[in-house]
Protein backbone atom coordinates (compact mmCIF):
# COMPACT_ATOMS: atom_id res chain seq x y z
CA UNK A 1 0.00 0.00 0.00
CA UNK A 2 1.64 3.42 -0.93
CA UNK A 3 2.46 5.71 1.98
CA UNK A 4 0.26 8.77 2.75
CA UNK A 5 1.27 11.63 0.61
CA UNK A 6 2.86 14.63 2.84
CA UNK A 7 2.75 18.14 2.70
CA UNK A 8 5.65 19.80 2.22
CA UNK A 9 7.37 21.17 5.28
CA UNK A 10 5.86 18.62 7.29
CA UNK A 11 7.46 15.96 8.81
CA UNK A 12 6.72 12.14 7.35
CA UNK A 13 7.15 9.25 9.69
CA UNK A 14 10.00 8.52 11.27
CA UNK A 15 12.19 5.36 9.06
CA UNK A 16 15.40 4.71 10.72
CA UNK A 17 16.39 3.65 14.66
CA UNK A 18 13.12 4.36 16.71
CA UNK A 19 11.21 4.46 13.58
CA UNK A 20 7.07 5.30 13.97
CA UNK A 21 4.62 2.48 14.81
CA UNK A 22 2.72 4.67 12.10
CA UNK A 23 5.51 4.03 9.46
CA UNK A 24 6.27 0.45 10.60
CA UNK A 25 2.49 -0.54 10.57
CA UNK A 26 2.28 1.24 6.68
CA UNK A 27 5.85 -0.08 5.65
CA UNK A 28 4.69 -3.94 6.43
CA UNK A 29 1.76 -3.66 4.78
CA UNK A 30 3.57 -3.02 1.77
CA UNK A 31 5.90 -6.00 1.76
CA UNK A 32 5.47 -8.45 -1.01
CA UNK A 33 6.20 -11.62 -1.56
CA UNK A 34 7.86 -12.81 -4.78
CA UNK A 35 9.59 -16.08 -4.87
CA UNK A 36 10.50 -18.93 -2.76
CA UNK A 37 12.74 -21.71 -2.52
CA UNK A 38 13.18 -24.81 -0.81
CA UNK A 39 16.85 -26.95 -0.22
CA UNK A 40 16.28 -30.53 1.20
CA UNK A 41 18.96 -32.85 1.90
CA UNK A 42 18.51 -36.30 2.79
CA UNK A 43 20.89 -38.25 5.33
CA UNK A 44 20.56 -41.24 7.37
CA UNK A 45 18.83 -40.65 10.45
CA UNK A 46 17.59 -36.97 9.42
CA UNK A 47 16.47 -34.26 6.75
CA UNK A 48 17.85 -31.12 7.01
CA UNK A 49 16.41 -28.38 4.53
CA UNK A 50 16.37 -24.44 4.01
CA UNK A 51 13.52 -21.99 3.06
CA UNK A 52 14.29 -19.07 1.35
CA UNK A 53 11.70 -16.53 0.63
CA UNK A 54 11.70 -13.28 -1.58
CA UNK A 55 10.12 -10.08 -1.10
CA UNK A 56 9.76 -6.94 -2.92
CA UNK A 57 9.79 -3.82 0.45
CA UNK A 58 9.36 -0.53 -1.71
CA UNK A 59 9.09 1.24 1.94
CA UNK A 60 11.98 0.12 3.57
CA UNK A 61 10.13 -1.86 6.84
CA UNK A 62 12.85 -4.61 6.94
CA UNK A 63 15.83 -1.47 6.62
CA UNK A 64 14.09 0.02 9.62
CA UNK A 65 14.26 -3.25 11.28
CA UNK A 66 17.42 -4.35 10.75
CA UNK A 67 18.81 -1.05 11.80
CA UNK A 68 16.96 -1.42 15.12
CA UNK A 69 18.15 -4.22 17.74
CA UNK A 70 15.01 -4.34 19.52
CA UNK A 71 12.69 -4.91 16.18
CA UNK A 72 15.40 -6.94 14.67
CA UNK A 73 15.01 -9.05 17.79
CA UNK A 74 11.40 -8.72 17.72
CA UNK A 75 11.13 -9.64 13.97
CA UNK A 76 12.89 -12.97 14.11
CA UNK A 77 11.09 -14.22 17.11
CA UNK A 78 7.81 -13.44 15.17
CA UNK A 79 8.96 -15.04 12.03
CA UNK A 80 10.46 -18.30 13.94
CA UNK A 81 7.31 -18.95 15.72
CA UNK A 82 5.04 -18.08 12.51
CA UNK A 83 7.26 -20.56 10.54
CA UNK A 84 7.03 -23.52 13.50
CA UNK A 85 3.23 -23.00 14.12
CA UNK A 86 3.31 -23.58 9.94
CA UNK A 87 5.56 -26.59 10.19
CA UNK A 88 3.64 -28.04 13.09
CA UNK A 89 0.28 -28.17 11.38
CA UNK A 90 1.77 -30.53 8.94
CA UNK A 91 1.75 -34.26 9.14
CA UNK A 92 5.40 -35.34 8.32
CA UNK A 93 5.48 -39.18 8.54
CA UNK A 94 9.22 -41.16 7.68
CA UNK A 95 8.71 -45.07 6.98
CA UNK A 96 5.64 -44.49 9.11
CA UNK A 97 6.76 -42.82 12.37
CA UNK A 98 5.65 -39.22 12.50
CA UNK A 99 8.26 -36.97 12.52
CA UNK A 100 8.10 -32.95 13.97
CA UNK A 101 10.55 -30.63 11.70
CA UNK A 102 12.05 -27.93 14.02
CA UNK A 103 12.86 -24.51 13.32
CA UNK A 104 16.95 -23.85 14.06
CA UNK A 105 17.67 -20.52 12.35
CA UNK A 106 16.02 -17.30 10.66
CA UNK A 107 18.04 -14.94 8.73
CA UNK A 108 17.07 -11.27 7.50
CA UNK A 109 19.17 -9.56 4.62
CA UNK A 110 18.90 -7.93 0.79
CA UNK A 111 20.01 -8.93 -2.05
CA UNK A 112 21.77 -6.04 -3.61
CA UNK A 113 19.02 -3.41 -2.52
CA UNK A 114 17.45 -2.28 0.20
CA UNK A 115 14.01 -3.12 -1.03
CA UNK A 116 15.16 -6.82 -2.56
CA UNK A 117 14.86 -8.60 1.09
CA UNK A 118 15.29 -11.99 1.60
CA UNK A 119 14.32 -14.11 4.64
CA UNK A 120 15.63 -17.65 4.99
CA UNK A 121 14.82 -20.52 7.58
CA UNK A 122 16.57 -23.62 8.70
CA UNK A 123 14.83 -26.65 9.81
CA UNK A 124 15.87 -30.06 10.66
CA UNK A 125 14.33 -33.29 11.70
CA UNK A 126 15.73 -36.86 13.14
CA UNK A 127 13.84 -39.16 11.12
CA UNK A 128 14.11 -43.63 10.96
CA UNK A 129 15.74 -43.05 7.55
CA UNK A 130 18.04 -45.91 6.81
CA UNK A 131 19.39 -48.08 4.21
CA UNK A 132 17.00 -49.87 2.08
CA UNK A 133 13.71 -48.66 1.00
CA UNK A 134 12.31 -45.43 2.34
CA UNK A 135 8.91 -43.26 1.91
CA UNK A 136 8.67 -39.59 3.14
CA UNK A 137 5.33 -38.60 3.30
CA UNK A 138 3.44 -34.93 3.97
CA UNK A 139 0.02 -33.93 4.30
CA UNK A 140 -1.00 -30.42 4.39
CA UNK A 141 -4.20 -28.23 3.80
CA UNK A 142 -4.08 -27.47 0.44
CA UNK A 143 -3.76 -23.86 -1.00
CA UNK A 144 -3.49 -21.48 -3.92
CA UNK A 145 0.16 -21.13 -5.09
CA UNK A 146 0.75 -16.73 -4.16
CA UNK A 147 3.94 -16.65 -5.73
CA UNK A 148 6.19 -19.37 -7.65
CA UNK A 149 8.67 -21.68 -5.94
CA UNK A 150 11.32 -24.17 -6.30
CA UNK A 151 12.20 -27.14 -3.96
CA UNK A 152 15.57 -29.32 -4.57
CA UNK A 153 15.58 -32.75 -2.57
CA UNK A 154 19.19 -33.64 -2.31
CA UNK A 155 19.95 -37.16 -2.05
CA UNK A 156 22.84 -39.19 -1.05
CA UNK A 157 25.14 -39.87 -3.45
CA UNK A 158 23.88 -43.87 -4.86
CA UNK A 159 20.89 -43.62 -3.57
CA UNK A 160 18.02 -43.63 -5.92
CA UNK A 161 14.24 -41.87 -6.11
CA UNK A 162 11.99 -44.87 -6.63
CA UNK A 163 8.46 -42.54 -6.86
CA UNK A 164 6.88 -39.05 -6.71
CA UNK A 165 3.78 -37.99 -5.61
CA UNK A 166 2.70 -34.75 -5.20
CA UNK A 167 -1.04 -35.28 -4.63
CA UNK A 168 -3.77 -33.80 -7.20
CA UNK A 169 -2.31 -29.64 -7.15
CA UNK A 170 -0.59 -28.23 -9.99
CA UNK A 171 2.87 -29.08 -9.59
CA UNK A 172 5.17 -30.39 -11.80
CA UNK A 173 8.40 -32.34 -10.85
CA UNK A 174 11.15 -33.90 -12.29
CA UNK A 175 13.98 -36.64 -11.34
CA UNK A 176 17.57 -35.17 -12.19
CA UNK A 177 19.96 -38.19 -12.09
CA UNK A 178 18.30 -40.83 -10.17
CA UNK A 179 18.92 -39.02 -6.94
CA UNK A 180 17.90 -35.11 -7.30
CA UNK A 181 13.93 -34.57 -7.46
CA UNK A 182 13.21 -30.49 -8.23
CA UNK A 183 9.80 -29.76 -7.94
CA UNK A 184 7.95 -26.45 -9.44
CA UNK A 185 5.43 -24.35 -7.91
CA UNK A 186 4.08 -21.59 -10.36
CA UNK A 187 1.61 -18.64 -9.06
CA UNK A 188 -1.80 -19.08 -9.57
CA UNK A 189 -1.37 -22.46 -9.35
CA UNK A 190 -2.56 -24.75 -6.29
CA UNK A 191 -0.92 -27.50 -3.69
CA UNK A 192 -1.60 -30.57 -3.19
CA UNK A 193 -1.79 -31.15 -0.07
CA UNK A 194 0.00 -34.13 -0.26
CA UNK A 195 3.79 -35.42 -1.05
CA UNK A 196 5.13 -39.03 -0.97
CA UNK A 197 8.66 -39.52 -1.98
CA UNK A 198 9.96 -43.03 -2.02
CA UNK A 199 13.61 -43.64 -2.45
CA UNK A 200 16.26 -46.53 -1.92
CA UNK A 201 19.20 -45.36 -0.19
CA UNK A 202 22.42 -48.05 -0.53
Do not use: C
Request: proline share 6%; net charge neutral.
Amino acid sequence: MPGPRQRRGQRGPRRGPGASSEFLREASDAVQPVHGQGFFYVGYGYIAYYLAFDYIDPLGYYDAVLRDPRLYEEETLRLYYGMQELVDQEQVVVNGERVRPKVAMVDIGFRGSRSRVYIVFALRFRAPIRSGRNVYENRYEPEEIEYSYEAYWVFPPGSKILAVDMGTGTEDWEIVGDNTLVIYGRRGGRTGGYERIEFQLP
